[in-house]
């Protein structure tokens, strides 16, 4: 159902101050939502407002990672979305999805213009409030919704989330080069499922290694500046369980090196 769309999108305003990055991966099951999760997590952890868009409309997991049960509610013609706080700081995390919107035993066979309505209703409808950081979780891959993403919000920032694996990062290298076409900045990559640590201290590469730098380096020649590796995530089950719980590791379990991980992006961003 479709409100009233005279509203403007403020993340375009010039004088917002949000600063917005969408999460983009190659392909899917690379950790990409559990990246949105957990880099809005350290963030919220940090004490600002953060907003989410769960975009992976064949794939939304946001709500459930972050443990969200209530949808959003209305108020007059604007959205309020649901919020979760951080349990320390004194940040919250405002989410909005598109599986709020659509049955839960549907799947979502939306076409183009239908998914960049949705989109730039959430962009105006939505009742952010003042955002410090918004968080987009895009579908995998170069598909309608990260072009339309790209004409809503052409200062959206990049993040791209990628496995060591070669197949991986070949993939991750494609997202990354339609910011060519659309003008858009990769701010940095973040390498998921890294090396794990064994419970008797050895280490072991399930993955492989080395994907992430293969990448930045082969996208700062693509793309003609440099992108940084802005960490290497390892494989751990904490990470897995605190998903499912709907807990980000961040929060459910600070002493892991993931979440360490994570706290550290948010903070060279
Ligand atoms: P994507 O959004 O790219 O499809 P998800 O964030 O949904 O990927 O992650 C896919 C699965 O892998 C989830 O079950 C998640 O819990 C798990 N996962 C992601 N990153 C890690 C990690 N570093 N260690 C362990 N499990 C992980």
Redesign the pocket.
């Known amino acids: 159902q479709r409100l009233g769309h005279t509203k403007a999108n403020p993340f375009i305003a010039p004088e917002s101050l949000t600063r917005v990055f969408a999460v983009a991966?190659g392909k899917?099951?690379?950790?990409?939502?559990?990246?949105t999760a957990n880099l809005a997590a350290a963030f919220a952890s940090a004490g600002l407002s953060v907003g989410i868009i769960d975009a992976?409309v064949h794939?939304f997991?946001i709500p459930g990672l972050l443990g969200l049960v209530e949808g959003p509610t209305r108020m007059d013609d604007m959205i309020i979305p649901p919020v979760v706080e951080a349990p320390t700081g004194n940040g919250h995390i405002k989410v909005i999805s598109i599986g709020m919107f659509v049955a839960a035993d549907q799947p979502v066979a939306w076409r183009g213009p239908m998914l960049h309505r949705a989109l730039e209703q959430f962009l105006t409808d939505v009742h952010f409030g003042a955002l410090d950081v918004l968080l987009l979780d895009l579908p995998?891959g170069t598909g309608d919704v990260a072009i339309s993403m790209a004409q809503l919000l052409p200062h959206a920032e990049i993040l791209l989330?990628s496995t060591p694996q070669h197949a991986a990062v070949d993939v991750a290298q494609r997202a990354g080069t339609l910011s060519l076409q659309t003008q858009q900045k990769v701010t940095g990559v973040i390498e998921?499922?890294a090396a794990m640590t064994l419970p008797d201290g050895s280490t072991m590469a399930l993955f492989g290694e080395g994907g992430g730098q293969i990448l930045v380096d082969s996208l700062g020649k693509a793309l003609g500046y440099p992108v940084p590796l802005l960490g290497s995530?390892?494989?751990?089950?904490a990470?897995?369980e605190g998903?499912?719980a709907g807990t980000p590791v961040v929060w459910s379990a600070p002493e892991t090196k993931?979440a360490a991980v994570f706290t550290d992006i948010a903070t060279q961003l």
């Open positions: 991966s899917g099951g690379v950790g990409k939502s559990s990246a992976d794939g997991s995998p989330v998921n499922m995530i390892p494989l751990d089950m990470l897995r998903g499912d993931a």
